[in-house]
């Protein structure tokens, strides 16, 4: 009995090696996570708004049926997120047209997305 009663070093290097319940939380690992998360949403939302921008130009310069539903829902998109690039440049030939100044805003999107998750994760990643 007295054996079974006394601990054996082995016992004790085990229960030191388990992770204790719920008092160790890295709490940094989690916000990082959490960061990471915000900065990949936002770098995900700039590219499909930039794959609207050039659908909508791919419909355009191919001569899509207009009437379309898909087609129609691409261009009532690609009109609101080309914010104030759809007339920058004005050329004679339609397409020209929608393809630079859409281009240009597609591009835009792109940029931007890229530089605002990254300024997201150097300014809150970086705080300890």
């Known amino acids: 009995m007295a054996e079974h009663a006394e601990r054996s070093d082995n016992d004790v290097a085990d229960e030191e090696s388990r992770p ?3 008092s160790d939380v890295d709490w940094h690992r989690i916000k990082d996570s959490g960061v990471g998360l915000v900065a990949g ?3 995900w939302v700039g590219l499909v ?3 609207i921008l050039v659908l909508h130009v791919i419909f355009t310069v191919g001569s899509a049926n ?3 539903g898909i087609v129609s ?3 009532g998109w690609a009109d609101s997120l ?3 690039f759809k007339d920058l440049f004005e050329p004679n030939d339609a397409k020209l ?3 630079v100044n859409y281009g240009i805003a597609a591009l835009f999107w792109l940029i931007v997305s890229a530089i605002v998750a990254k300024l997201i994760r150097r300014i809150f990643a970086a705080s300890n």
Do not use: E
Request: hydrophobic residues 50%; positive net charge; charged residues 25%.
């Open 49 to 51: 708004f930039a794959v």
């Open 97 to 99: 047209r929608v393809l």
């Open 82 to 84: 080309s914010i104030g």
């Open 66 to 68: 207009p009437a379309n």
């Open 73 to 75: 829902w691409v261009r």
């Open 20 to 22: 204790k319940r719920g």
């Open 41 to 43: 949403v936002v770098r």
